[in-house]
């Protein structure tokens, strides 16, 4: 206790008298009488507080009364070390935060009239460096020490700003949150350590707030680095689990694609034929051979955005998010099964609804849902008993969302399957293995959408894919490849 400042072991409820008391001792040099006064108190009945001076910079400091309970001093103490023990051997690391230093900044910056915080601490990138300064962090416990990699409790005591040292933007984020005074913030973040690691953390803070007027933040960080590092092999092996689906999907289509490249390039040799023609004639007609020229190069065209499209089917990427028309997606799947609906003498319907809002989301994960949608109906309808069949493609808006549904008048679904459907390996096909709408599913899942199945009453299944209007028109919007 010796060198400890004397409030610390004084009950809360005295420190106000207690200071009034010390201050009226001092001042009095006529006096030495004991200054007392009566007080509240959970510990003690009819408590007195008493404060004399004994010299000009020493004073005596007595509290009397009865005990309400003779262990009541004693289980106050041994409360707060057990809590301080739990607080210590917790499985998470805990940093205390003295936060006073904040309180004058956000007077500051509420004095001139700062409404968007983000903003201001983004373009006040020293006010920001102060405040890492000033706040300090004050105990730490084992996990911290651990997860810092620090020596000891020491070498974390202190300015707070190694801590965003890796990621200059949460220290804003935390201040922001802070600021406008929420209760807590939670991010994942990067941490660097003091032996050099850089670590995935869990970061949420605690703050004080009104009316408790503490100081005291409380600052958690859970080490997710293995985590985060399982998540990017687990979406890497999707990618390329997807890839192979979609290599696959092309091979059941090869006929497909090579009459679609076919088409443009027939026309490209009748074209070029028809202009030899007519320069071989005595009097070569140029103004003919130009009309016949451009149809070429038209032709050409066309044939390069179709190798683009098969190419980009096939790629190896990472997954693009960009504004995307959900029509023209249906419209650029279609390419790939259009010449076997046409062969199996299907139906195609497609209506597309007007000024569809822009969607959020990779073009050739959804191409290839679509695409595999598309091909399950025809195959559907090729099994069924009906000689020819029909599919209808819609797309709609329906709330928040953009919905794409493809119906068929096939056999449908058995109903013992409609729960089992979108299972990986699931399938009721002779040779399929099952992974198909497991992808799908996947895909439009990652896209923050929903994909179910259900059988029409009229006949035949249909397949609703709803994804979410994207909310940022800042982004670009990437045109049909």
């Known amino acids: 206790m010796i060198g400890a400042r004397a409030i610390s072991y004084?009950?809360?409820?005295?420190?106000?008298?207690?200071?009034?008391?010390?201050?009226?001792?001092?001042?009095?040099?006529?006096?030495r009488d004991a200054k007392t006064r009566t007080i509240t108190s959970l510990a003690f009945v009819d408590p007195a507080l008493s404060v004399s001076a004994v010299a000009h910079d020493i004073v005596f400091v007595a509290l009397s009364g009865t005990p309400v309970d003779q262990r009541s001093l004693w289980g106050v103490r041994a409360s707060e070390e057990r809590?301080?023990?739990?607080?210590?051997?917790?499985?998470?690391?805990?940093?205390?935060?003295?936060?006073?230093?904040?309180?004058?900044?956000?007077?500051?910056?509420?004095?001139?009239?700062?409404?968007?915080?983000?903003?201001y601490l983004a373009e006040t990138p020293?006010?920001?460096?102060?405040a890492s300064r000033v706040v300090q962090i004050t105990d730490v416990n084992r996990n911290a020490i651990q997860l810092l990699g620090?020596?000891?409790?020491?070498?974390?005591?202190?300015?707070?700003?190694?801590?965003?040292?890796?990621?200059?933007?949460?220290?804003?984020r935390v201040i922001a949150a802070h600021f406008k005074g929420r209760r807590s913030h939670a991010e994942r973040t990067r941490l660097q350590t003091f032996d050099g690691r850089l670590r995935d953390v869990e970061l949420t803070v605690t703050y004080p707030t009104p009316p408790e007027r503490l100081d005291v933040t409380l600052i958690s960080l859970?080490?997710?680095?293995?985590?985060?590092?399982?998540?990017?092999?687990?979406?890497?092996?999707?990618?390329?689990?997807?890839?192979?689906?979609?290599?696959?999907?092309?091979?059941?289509?090869?006929?497909?694609?090579?009459?679609?490249?076919n088409q443009p390039l027939a026309a490209i040799v009748t074209n070029a034929e028809t202009s030899l023609r007519w320069l071989a004639r005595p009097e070569p007609n140029l103004a003919k051979v130009e009309q016949l020229t451009v149809r070429v190069v038209e032709s050409a065209r066309v044939?390069?955005?179709?190798?683009?499209?098969?190419?980009?089917?096939?790629?190896?990427?990472?997954?693009?998010?960009v504004l995307l028309d959900l029509g023209a997606i249906v419209e650029e799947?279609?390419?790939?099964?259009?010449?076997?609906?046409?062969?199996?003498?299907?139906?195609?319907?497609?209506?597309?609804?007007?000024?569809?809002?822009?969607?959020?989301?990779?073009?050739?994960?959804?191409?290839?849902?679509i695409v595999n949608l598309l091909l399950n109906a025809v195959q559907a309808l090729a099994h069924g008993a009906a000689s020819h069949g029909s599919i209808e493609i819609a797309t709609a808006i329906d709330a928040d969302a953009v919905v794409v549904t493809i119906r068929d008048d096939g056999p449908g679904i058995d109903p013992e399957n409609l729960d089992r459907i979108f299972g990986s390996f699931?399938?009721?096909?002779?040779?399929?293995?099952?992974?198909?709408?497991?992808?799908?599913?996947?895909?439009i899942a990652g896209h923050g959408g929903a994909i179910t199945a259900a059988n029409r009453a009229t006949g035949g299944a249909a397949f609703r894919v709803s994804l979410p209007v994207a909310r940022s028109a800042a982004l670009p919007i990437v045109p049909a490849r």
């Open 303 to 321: 044939a390069s955005e179709i190798v683009q499209r098969i190419r980009g089917m096939a790629s190896q990427g990472a997954p693009e998010r």
């Open 150 to 172: 620090a020596d000891c409790s020491t070498q974390c005591i202190g300015p707070i700003g190694f801590l965003f040292s890796a990621s200059p933007e949460t220290a804003r």
């Open 333 to 369: 799947a279609l390419l790939f099964v259009r010449h076997e609906i046409e062969t199996s003498s299907i139906g195609l319907s497609v209506v597309t609804e007007e000024h569809l809002p822009r969607v959020l989301g990779d073009r050739v994960q959804l191409q290839q849902v």
């Open 83 to 119: 809590y301080r023990n739990l607080i210590h051997h917790l499985p998470i690391a805990l940093l205390q935060v003295d936060s006073t230093p904040i309180t004058a900044i956000f007077d500051n910056i509420r004095l001139e009239g700062v409404t968007d915080i983000a903003r």
């Open 10 to 31: 004084w009950p809360r409820e005295g420190h106000a008298p207690l200071a009034e008391l010390i201050v009226a001792a001092v001042t009095d040099s006529i006096s």
């Open 426 to 443: 699931f399938t009721t096909k002779d040779d399929g293995i099952g992974v198909g709408l497991a992808i799908c599913q996947s895909i």
């Open 222 to 261: 859970e080490d997710v680095t293995d985590r985060v590092r399982t998540e990017t092999q687990l979406r890497q092996l999707q990618g390329e689990y997807s890839r192979a689906a979609r290599i696959s999907m092309l091979g059941e289509l090869a006929t497909s694609i090579a009459h679609e490249v």
């Open 126 to 130: 020293e006010l920001v460096a102060h």
